[in-house]
């Protein structure tokens, strides 16, 4: 069975610092794994997504999460929060090779931006 | 219309009425979803359909009935639901891509339902 665990259900940082939102997952073969967002009132937002390809990868907004096999770690990341980043993050996971994946959600991370 | 739409997107209905909420989607996909996203908790798959095709039942109360007329079109009808259902409801459509890549899902703002 895969599982994600996001640390941390809610994150403060001053504008201009860097983010940071830890996610760790657990699944019996190679993962998939996605950062979505939520912003107030809307619903998930693609950020961006690892298939097994670079393990470095970036999304939009400025966002990149790095894939980590020896740690099982999938954090995201960017370098200067902005106010409108102030949103909700879910770390997604999902066991599939194509068809209709079957995403697994962690518990989401709230990020709060102080001006 | 763009991407994923759904209707309505706030809904309050008693212990004893029967509603349903619609899901839309204008992206050419073949395969859609219902979530269910409760407070503190994650986001729980309910439903897939492909190609019309329901693929997934996670454990669901027979009080929420989903239905797929086509590919594009994706309800959850809602009867006798409890106070406990009171959450969002989102809708996710996707390209099968069988074979190929993992394909994205792409979400719908959601309804808020409300049951008293």
């Known amino acids: 069975a895969q599982s994600v665990t996001q640390l941390g259900s809610h994150v403060s940082v001053s504008e201009g610092a860097l983010v940071l939102l830890r996610c760790n997952y657990s699944s019996s073969v190679p993962p998939y794994l996605f950062w979505y967002v939520q912003y107030p009132n809307q619903g998930l937002q693609l950020l961006l997504k690892?298939?097994?390809?670079?393990?470095l990868v970036k999304g939009i907004n400025g966002f990149e999460a790095e894939f980590k096999k020896s740690e099982t770690s999938f954090h995201l990341t960017k370098p200067s929060a902005h106010m409108s980043d102030a949103a909700e993050y879910f770390c997604a996971v999902s066991d599939s090779f194509g068809g209709n994946e079957k995403l697994t959600f962690g518990t989401g991370t709230r990020l709060t931006i102080i001006p | 219309e763009t991407g994923v739409t759904q209707t309505p997107r706030h809904l309050v209905m008693g212990m004893t009425n029967k509603k349903s909420l619609k899901c839309e989607q204008h992206?050419?996909?073949?395969?859609m979803y219902w979530y269910k996203q409760s407070a503190k908790k994650p986001l729980e798959l309910m439903f897939v359909y492909n190609f019309k095709e329901q693929t997934e039942n996670n454990s669901v109360p027979s009080r929420f009935s989903p239905e797929c007329p086509n590919s594009s079109h994706l309800f959850l009808h809602l009867h006798t639901l409890q106070p406990e259902d009171s959450a969002l409801y989102l809708c996710a459509s996707s390209q099968d891509g069988s074979g190929g890549p993992v394909d994205t899902q792409y979400f719908g703002p959601g309804t808020r339902l409300t049951v008293l």
């Open positions: 690892y298939t097994s390809a670079a393990t």
């Open positions: 992206l050419g996909h073949n395969a």
